[in-house]
């Protein structure tokens, strides 16, 4: 995925990934870089790492959706590098609110975006993470229907 490092977006994200440890100072950045996003990839960009700072679920999967949506407008081949990951954040959502149907579709739409993925320890783990979390919803779909 290519991020153009002198975006001011992305400029304020980067200064909020290096805070993520003080998350009310991190929260800043995000927030900051939500309210300076003035196009669908900025707001995807800034609304990926709003979700990464949220305290419920519930508003974890807002903003994963919201991100997922921007970028779903984006006609750059590049951004499609993105899709597994989006779609992994918003099952593993789905997978903790019990809502194993939804996980599993949001599991496998990732999966059919992998191969945008490139082949580095990154893009390994999110397609484990994907293949993992499509076997758990799984697993629990089946348990529930047995019970």
């Known amino acids: 995925m290519f991020f153009d490092a002198e975006n001011h977006v992305v400029k304020l994200c980067a200064k909020g990934i290096e805070l993520e440890g003080e998350p ?52 750059k081949e590049y951004v499609k590098a993105a899709f597994p990951s989006l779609y992994l954040n918003l099952g593993k959502c789905y997978e903790d609110m019990t809502d194993f149907k939804m996980a599993m579709e949001y599991y496998e739409q990732g999966l059919t975006f992998s191969n945008y993925l490139n082949d580095d320890g990154y893009s390994k783990m999110i397609k484990a993470g994907l293949e993992a979390g499509l076997q758990r919803a799984t697993s629990k779909m089946e348990v529930g229907r047995n019970q």
Do not use: C, G, P
């Open 24 to 75: 009310e100072k991190a929260s800043y950045y995000y927030r900051k870089a939500w309210d300076a996003a003035m196009n669908n990839e900025e707001r995807f960009i800034a609304a990926h790492y709003v979700a990464r700072i949220q305290d419920t679920t519930f508003e974890k999967v807002k903003w994963d959706q919201i991100a997922l949506n921007e970028a779903l407008t984006i006609e």
